[in-house]
């Protein structure tokens, strides 16, 4: 199936699960939205309460915030996919729970797989947790680290830059660097690509008969 096929499926899938106590609770279940290959993803914690109203994520004050941030970095909404690691509001946008974390777990991976992003930025310390589990995001926030061949880079939630003013200037900061880390990631698959790429070999002629074959050591 391609990319397109594949989100779809994971979507019809998401508005009808049931793999855990949070479908007793929601309107609408969010599986994310944005193209079907994209060069930066984002993984927020989970839908709030104009998401569940709507089943679209980011359509709050967080979503505002995070769309000035975008197009501070020179993006648009449109041309990056947004979704978080739990699909459907945890009652009164409490954190999510261990299991609710594990019953999404198998989406998330499918979304990764089928958009092949080049950056994945995890908004919030339990997108973050998902590829950091050990980090500390008051620590690793702005940093990016490569997780199974994705340059990952933890920032915080534009929720918790409107809850504590402090933590904006962290947040633009962060935000402004995405050009830089999107390039840095472009050099890498470049890099790596170009060393997949095998040379022509000469033919091979077989040695003169009197003289030896001469063995590799490698």
């Not at 609770?25 to 994209?38: I, Q, T």
């Not at 197009?71 to 299991?99: H, M, Q, Y």
């Not at 933890?154 to 402004?176: C, G, K, N, T, V």
Request: with cysteine; aromatic share 6%; charged share 25%.
């Amino acid at each position: 199936m391609d990319s397109a096929t594949i989100l779809a499926e994971i979507s019809r899938q998401v508005i009808v699960c049931e793999k855990c106590a949070l479908h007793f609770s929601r309107k609408k279940g969010v599986p994310g939205e944005g193209p079907n290959r994209v060069t930066v993803m984002f993984i927020g914690e989970g839908p709030g309460f104009y998401e569940n109203e709507q089943g679209r994520p980011f359509v709050g004050q967080a979503g505002k915030l995070l769309d000035e941030l975008l197009a501070k970095a020179g993006l648009k909404r449109e041309e990056v996919f947004i979704t978080n690691v739990v699909k459907c509001r945890p009652p009164g946008n409490r954190d999510p729970l261990p299991e609710e974390l594990a019953a999404c777990s198998s989406y998330l991976d499918a979304q990764i797989e089928a958009l092949q992003p080049l950056v994945i930025v995890t908004l919030g310390r339990y997108s973050m947790a998902k590829f950091m589990p050990n980090a500390k995001i008051s620590n690793t926030h702005g940093q990016a680290v490569w997780v199974n061949g994705k340059l990952v880079v933890a920032m915080y939630h534009p929720a918790a830059a409107l809850h504590q003013p402090s933590i904006r200037p962290q947040l633009e900061a962060d935000f402004a660097r995405l050009p830089e880390f999107i390039k840095m990631a472009k050099a890498d698959l470049h890099l790596h690509s170009g060393m997949n790429e095998k040379p022509a070999e000469p033919e091979e002629k077989e040695p003169p008969k009197d003289q030896p074959t001469q063995l590799s050591l490698f």
